[in-house]
T-cell receptor
Framework: GNSVTQMEGPVTLSEEAFLTINCTYTATGYPSLFWYVQYPGEGLQLLLK?????DKGSNKGFEATYRKETTSFHLEKGSVQVSDSAVYFCALNVNNFNKFYFGSGTKLNVKP | GAGVSQSPSNKVTEKGKDVELRCDPI?????LYWYRQSLGQGLEFLIY????????KSGLPSDRFSAERTGGSVSTLTIQRTQQEDSAVYLCASSFASGSYNEQFFGPGTRLTVL
């Protein structure tokens, strides 16, 4: 079947630390991959996406590379800020159909 | 312009009662999605609308759940005879068109508590 597994949180980092949030997927067809972010008190919003293998999505200093060989789409940022504190969701779409599969979310806390 | 809005923001109800949750998508967005987020869980897809039709209802957890969309705009998710396990945050999202190339814009959600 189709599913997304992401690392459990919370993840607590100091400002300027390096961030990795792991995401792996299983898909029965051709996947597109997404990261969404939910800041405190706000709705989910798209952070970045990649629609084919080896593509790198990037936005606001965050990056994720679609790795078909490892079925992964890990989120990274070189230097986190307090303002990056949020819940991050990895998501999958298969064959450009209209059903999206979301992971359980990873809460990131960045301390000054 | 206005984003996706949902009402009510919070709903507390007693077991066995019916509830209606409303979603106002972004004007001009033809695709509309409902998701459920239970505590500690990811977003669970419930139903998808393209215009007024719902080609994919596969995520509705039981026949107590139904949804409609009128005029290609507002959508209502109805839960009949609510159960405690229905307690969750219900999220609505809309996009300009369907498929993975079109960004989904999410509303703030309705937090449903069934006592």
């Amino acid at each position: 079947g189709n599913s997304v597994t992401q690392m459990e949180g919370p993840v607590t980092l100091s400002e300027e630390a390096f961030l990795t949030i792991n995401c792996t997927y299983t898909a029965t067809g051709y996947p597109s991959l997404f990261w969404y972010v939910q800041y405190p008190g706000e709705g989910l919003q798209l952070l970045l996406k990649a629609t084919k293998a080896d593509d790198k999505g990037s936005n606001k200093g965050f990056e994720a590379t679609y790795r078909k060989e490892t079925t992964s789409f890990h989120l990274e940022k070189g230097s986190v800020q307090v303002s990056d504190s949020a819940v991050y969701f990895c998501a999958l779409n298969v064959n450009n159909f209209n059903k999206f599969y979301f992971g359980s979310g990873t809460k990131l806390n960045v301390k000054p | 312009g206005a984003g996706v809005s949902q009402s009510p923001s919070n709903k507390v109800t007693e077991k066995g009662k019916d509830v209606e949750l409303r979603c106002d998508p972004i004007s001009g967005h033809t695709a509309l999605y409902w998701y459920r987020q239970s505590l500690g869980q990811g977003l669970e897809f419930l139903i998808y609308f393209q215009g007024n039709s719902a080609p994919d209802k596969s995520g509705l957890p039981s026949d107590r759940f139904s949804a409609e969309r009128t005029g290609g705009s507002v959508s209502t998710l109805t839960i009949q005879r609510t159960q405690q396990e229905d307690s969750a945050v219900y999220l609505c999202a809309s996009s300009f068109a369907s498929g993975s190339y079109n960004e989904q814009f999410f509303g703030p959600g309705t937090r449903l508590t069934v006592l």
